[in-house]
Each structure stands twice: as C-alpha cells, then as structure tokens.
C-alpha cells in the first residue's frame, strides 16, 4: 500500500514517525528548535514535508505538521495549529519556521514504501 493512501490523518503520520523512531518532537527553545537532546538553527534544519489537516466541523483543529530533518541526519516534527487558533503566539516560531528552508520530498522517499 503506497504511503499516501493511509497518511491521511495527524495520528497516522505520527504513527508511521514513531515506527521509524523520527518521532523528535522540535520545540521553541529560546535558542532555537530544540529536541530533547539538540538545539537547531534554521540554516541547521530543512522541511522535508508538509502536512496540512483541516477540521471538518471545528477551525480549531486546524493543524500543520512540518516533517524536519537535521543537518545531523535527525527525522522529527514541530505541529502549529494554523489561523486564530495557533499555539505560537510570542516565542518567535512563525519567523523561525520561515527561514528553514524547504526540500519537500514524497512520502515514498521519506518512509521507503
């Protein structure tokens, strides 16, 4: 089954991310994107793809989940609810996520189905 046709929800993406061990979760540090274990600066980083998820009945559900990659070969993501309802008000991370650059690759590159 080709990745595309089941990578159709967020708990689906994070799944397929948590299989694969490349479910880091970047947060906002003060420093930059962080893991657990790193801080990142954007020219550090690319967006290897993008989700967006939309809610049927509820703008609040409204979701982008950016697929990450390091220059330290590291896979993760950073979610940003999207519109009225972003979880990113002051700490700098729509402008941070703008200066990663964008290298958008398929599903089938990214989970080798």
Do not use: C, W
Not at 31 to 42: C, H, V
Not at 53 to 74: K, R
Not at 102 to 112: M, T
Request: hydrophobic share 30%; glycine share 8%; no cysteine.
């Amino acid at each position: 089954m080709a990745a595309s046709t089941y990578l159709t929800t967020l708990s689906s993406v994070l799944e397929q991310l948590r299989i694969r061990k490349q479910d880091k979760a970047f947060e906002m540090t003060p420093d930059g994107f962080g893991t657990s274990a790193k801080t990142y600066s954007p020219s550090d980083l690319q967006i290897i793809k993008t989700y967006r998820f939309e809610g049927a009945s509820d703008p609040s559900d409204n979701m982008i989940l950016y697929l990450i990659e390091a220059n330290d070969g590291s896979i993760g993501y950073s979610i940003d609810a999207y519109g009225a309802y972003s979880n990113h008000d002051d700490d700098g991370y729509d402008d941070f996520i703008r200066k990663i650059p964008v290298s958008e690759r398929s599903e089938q590159q990214i989970f080798g189905e």
